[in-house]
């Protein structure tokens, strides 16, 4: 078998001249560097695998592949014209590592191979070429395998700086959380405070519906801060939180009768928290307790979020969509269910005392 690789850049544990325990920390840093690119192990993608099939037509060669090199074994991310998705690895360390696999699978064919190494100069993989027959090639051939061999490293260059910006930006995005929910906790007590100052009891009513309206945006911004890069939000959690939060500051008693836990878009929690704030704030004033909030998913492309009281139950003729008659409580309620592409509705309570307020929104 021809093998043809030209020489090794940098440090590798493949150095049979290096003192044993010297090898051993370069293979640590080496499989470090590895890990760095999260490539093991990771399905096919059509970049890489246009790569091989390049590869193979350049050679004109059946097989092409693009391996690399983990701890015992070269993980295949792109294979053209073999079945097999990796190799066991060779362990003489002066033999590059898929020696003894190449010598068993193509023993009078022809590998052609350069490594791949990363910026900080360790290989961590390999791009070949395969035939099952002996044969020869030029150093220009050679030279745009090595050119191929570049486009890989700098793939995987972007990929990490992408990585690492994503990384960047999900750190970022939880330090502007938690400064604005701190931010937002200390408005809300100035609110407070204030409104303890007020004279007129509607002016101090007015205060603490403003600073329970603050709070309601940062209760949103501490969910974000627990609940990492995911996307969907386990609403359930968040409603409990809420509503043990509105019964201590509101001094009533208001229960989540929900059991089976929704996630919901992030882009979503913040208007369905400030619903139920505004909800529960109007079932307090006008109703008493107790109250209860519910949310399910009525069917796959529908949410439902339900607010009930116990008091006397709507006016006659209350339309909660009536912007010219209703307070500010109920125009902040339909502007939000707006938000949500959703739709308002109040009727009297199921059981005669009370009523339901609903909100029916798409599945995001």
């Given amino acids: 078998m021809l093998h ?16 044993p325990a010297l090898r051993s920390g370069i293979e640590a840093a080496r499989l470090a ?21 390049l590869a193979a037509e350049l050679f004109s060669a059946p097989i092409a592949v693009l391996g690399f090199i983990g701890t015992d074994r070269v993980f295949f991310k792109s294979h053209h014209g073999l079945d097999a998705t990796q190799a066991g690895r060779g362990a003489d360390p002066a033999a590059p590592v898929m020696t003894p696999w190449l010598r068993t699978q193509f023993a009078n064919g022809f590998h052609a191979g350069v490594p791949l190494h990363c910026a900080d100069g360790y290989e961590i993989g390999t791009l070949c070429v395969i035939d099952r027959r002996s044969r020869r090639i030029d150093e220009q051939q050679m030279r745009r395998l090595r050119a191929l061999g570049g486009v890989v490293t700098d793939m995987l260059t972007m990929r990490l700086s992408a990585r690492r910006a994503l990384a960047q930006a999900e750190m970022t995005s939880h330090e502007v959380d938690h400064r604005a929910m701190n931010s937002l906790q200390f408005v ?102 107790p109250i209860s909030v519910m949310f399910r998913r009525i069917d796959p492309t529908q949410h439902e979020l339900c607010v009930l009281d116990s008091g006397p139950g709507l006016p006659t003729g209350f339309v909660p969509t009536d912007s010219a008659v209703n307070g500010l409580g109920m125009k902040v309620v339909n502007a939000l269910a707006a938000q949500l592409a959703g739709t308002l509705t109040a009727t009297n309570h199921p059981t005669g005392h009370g009523a339901r307020f609903t909100v029916t929104f798409p599945v995001a």
């Fill in 188 to 289: 809300a007590s100035l609110l407070q405070l204030q409104s303890r100052a007020a004279v007129l009891p509607e002016t101090a009513q007015q205060l603490r519906a403003a600073a329970n309206r603050v709070l309601a945006v940062a209760r949103v911004h501490r969910t974000f801060t627990t609940i990492g890069k995911t996307d969907r939000v386990p609403i359930l959690d968040h409603l409990r939180t809420l509503c043990a939060e509105l019964s201590s500051s509101l001094g009533s008693e208001i229960r989540l009768e929900s059991h089976d836990e929704v996630e919901v878009s992030k882009a979503q929690v913040l208007s369905i928290g400030l619903i139920v704030n505004e909800l529960v704030t109007n079932a307090r004033k006008h109703a008493g307790d």
């Fill in 4 to 19: 043809l690789v030209p020489p090794t850049q940098g440090p590798t544990s493949h150095d049979g001249s290096l003192d």
């Fill in 33 to 53: 560097a590895v890990e760095r690119y999260g490539i093991l192990d990771t399905p096919p993608e059509p970049a890489f695998d246009h790569i091989t099939a």
